[in-house]
């Protein structure tokens, strides 16, 4: 990104960079490279501005992967289908990420262990774009032989999965900000290792954040139980996400 900025003011061509994920304060440089920086929300805005940012570079224009979902949610019903998952189930939606793969393997093993008695929840696991199937052998051999209701995927769109599911759970992926938006209810498993890790949506009340398996165990079940009560709160905390 910054390359091809720095090429254009170079040439005398302006330049436009989009956000495509969630950003991290802790990460991002002080400098907009572009001559406009276009940003999903004023939260995003305002965390620029903090690092020496200057306004008058960066445009707050929402996002249009989730303005569709903003307006109308889509039919869960033919992705549920295409999953073999039956109207009476539950689906439980998982999806890892690219690093610390010990860290999927814990977070996934408790997850399954917490829903191994509710024949009712179907899970679905869905990796990282830069994993591949073969790292998860083992656990998809486990998971066979413990007779889990439960399937990896790999090549399938997470936005539908996300629009789909009852409850998504991560650790601190991006899909987790995909789940607000869509209004999905979501756990995040935040290991030690990234409990600071500075992302706008970690930081919303929507997203209820496990710090321990058996609090990460307990947490699911809660929200897989018909909880009504759970949902509402969700969705207040969602929309003042979604204001800033």
Not at 8 to 16: A, D, E, N, P, Y
Not at 34 to 57: T, W
């Amino acid at each position: 990104g910054p390359l091809f900025c720095e090429t254009g003011k170079c040439h005398g061509i302006k330049t436009l960079a989009l956000q495509n994920a969630a950003l991290s304060f802790l990460s991002l440089p002080t400098m907009i490279f572009a001559h406009k920086f276009a940003v999903a929300s004023q939260k995003q805005l305002n965390g620029l501005i903090r690092l020496g940012a200057d306004p008058e570079q960066i445009a707050v224009t929402g996002h249009p992967l989730y303005d569709p979902y903003l307006k109308e949610r889509r039919d869960p019903k033919p992705i549920r289908e295409s999953l073999d998952i039956k109207p009476e189930q539950k689906f439980l939606l998982l999806t890892t990420q690219h690093t610390r793969h010990e860290e999927n393997i814990e977070f996934i093993e408790a997850a399954l262990a917490a829903v191994a008695s509710m024949r009712n929840v179907k899970t679905i696991i869905k990796l990282h774009p830069r994993e591949q199937p073969a790292e998860y052998g083992a656990l998809a051999d486990q998971i066979e032989a413990q007779n889990h209701c439960a399937e990896i995927v790999h090549h399938r769109d997470v936005v539908e999965l996300i629009s789909a599911a009852d409850l998504m759970i991560s650790r601190f992926s991006t899909t987790i900000q995909s789940a607000l938006m869509i209004g999905t209810p979501v756990v995040a498993y935040v290991s030690s290792s990234y409990r600071d890790y500075d992302t706008d949506y970690l930081a919303s009340p929507a997203v209820i954040k496990a710090t321990d398996l058996e609090m990460f165990k307990k947490t699911i079940l809660e929200h897989l139980s018909e909880n009504q009560a759970l949902y509402n709160e969700f969705m207040k905390n969602r929309a003042q996400y979604l204001e800033q």
